[in-house]
């Protein structure tokens, strides 16, 4: 079983402050709820040093093996090019483990983390 994607619903909570009038540092955690997973279930055929697949199927679930609340602690900055634009950037970083290392026989930390870079325009 390879899990392709995960699908998560997160409420990210932060505060932030302006050290300068165009910057703004902030920080926080966004605590998330595993709400799916697509997986591709292999079947293969493994003896004297080959290893032939004999079929392969798209699938959800699986849900059951990774752990349903997952902990991301963010950091990031805004900086504003103007009064209404700005640029942001923010790292998050996994505080919790995502496997259930008992179903996959191991200790491994296999958290997750992405860095964004955005462009933001207030309309209002």
Known sequence: VHTNKAHFISLPLSIGFRPFSRVQVKGGVAPGI???TENTL???FVSHGKNELLSSNETRGYRSSFKALQVTATIGANYWF???NNIQFTLHKGLTDFSKNEVFGNSKDDSTSRFE???NRVIW
């Open 34 to 36: 595993l709400l799916e």
């Open 117 to 119: 870079i955005s462009l």
């Open 42 to 44: 292999e079947e293969r």
């Open 82 to 84: 103007s009064k209404r």
